[in-house]
């Protein structure tokens, strides 16, 4: 069955990093277009950065552009946001997104806390 599997989330204190990874299985991972969303508490849930198929096109959220790279490795079916310079407002809970236009499909993973506080 279709998984996506996220781990690296945290505790870390502001001005540090994280690194994310979403291990997908049970689908075409290189079919599809990976999302990094995040949802902090009493909020909406919010697309942080997305990248193509390929990985050759990326974007962000203006509020982490220059602070968090999303990459992926077909080869390995996964998709990593790496996350620096964190801020206390960036605490949420990051899910991983499988996405393919061509026929409307969303796979979700389950979402791993990050918590950015002295």
């Known amino acids: 069955q279709v998984q996506l599997v996220e781990s690296g989330g945290g505790l870390v204190q502001p001005g540090g990093s994280l690194r994310l990874s979403c291990a997908a299985s049970?689908?075409?991972?290189?079919?599809?277009?990976m999302n990094w969303y995040r949802q902090a508490p009493g909020k909406e849930r919010e697309l942080v950065a997305t990248i193509t198929s390929t990985g050759r096109t990326t974007t962000y959220a203006d509020s982490v552009k220059g602070r968090f790279t999303i990459s992926r490795d077909n080869a390995k079916n996964t998709v990593y946001l790496q996350m620096n310079s964190l801020k206390p407002e960036d605490t949420a809970v990051y899910y991983c997104?499988?996405?393919?236009?061509?026929?409307?499909?969303?796979?979700w993973g389950q979402g791993t806390q990050v918590t950015v506080s002295s």
């Open positions: 049970g689908f075409t991972f290189s079919w599809y277009a």
């Open positions: 997104n499988a996405h393919r236009a061509v026929s409307q499909t969303n796979y």
